[in-house]
């Protein structure tokens, strides 16, 4: 995949083998995972694993998760972008929003800037026509860049026993 998005402050860029160490360091954070089942990775293997689903992604759909690189530092920051989701909605598939980024980054900014540029590069160069996201009920970070980034909120759902609040973006109204 040869997909890069520039923002301001951001390069996202398609993720690497050699991302691991910084996946490991994001993902090994119990705080980062507290809205994610609360199961934070234990092993660089299980980092690994997880790029290999991306790199599968990929092959797959031409989209995936990419890495979020600070412009100014050339620093991993997280990942974001678009995904071809196929497992949270039981019911039917999607092209889902998401973003993750180490506990140092959170607050800043940079998720709401990396959705906004995944959500325009769905639309203008990918040509869908609707994007969905998750977020648990209690998460009012994500719940606040989703509203932010103009999602709009259209009811809940379970996933593995949680609630979580669903939204959608339409091109019409981007």
């Known amino acids: 995949m040869n997909i890069t998005i520039e923002t301001k402050r ?10 691991a160490k ?7 954070n119990p705080e980062v995972h507290i809205y994610l089942g609360k199961k934070p990775v234990k092993t ?7 790029i290999d689903d991306i790199l599968q992604q990929y092959k797959e759909f031409g989209i995936g998760r990419l890495a979020m690189i600070n412009k100014t530092t ?7 972008g678009l995904k071809y989701e196929r497992n949270l909605r039981k019911e039917f598939n999607y092209y889902d929003v998401g973003y993750r980024l180490k506990e140092q ?15 325009n590069f769905g639309f203008n160069d990918l040509k ?7 977020a648990e009920l209690d998460h009012i970070a994500s719940n606040t860049i989703l509203n932010k980034i103009g999602m709009k909120y ?21």
């Open 44 to 50: 660089i293997e299980e980092s690994q694993k997880m």
């Open 10 to 19: 951001l390069i996202l860029r398609p993720i690497k083998k050699n991302d």
């Open 128 to 134: 869908l026509k609707e994007i969905g996201a998750a």
């Open 105 to 119: 980054f959170w607050g800043k900014g940079y998720a709401t800037e990396a959705a906004l540029a995944s959500i």
């Open 154 to 174: 259209s009811g809940t759902f379970v996933h593995d026993n949680t609630q979580l609040n669903w939204y959608t973006i339409m091109k019409s109204d981007w």
């Open 74 to 80: 050339n620093e991993f920051i997280g990942w974001s």
């Open 22 to 28: 910084d996946f490991f360091e994001l993902d090994s």
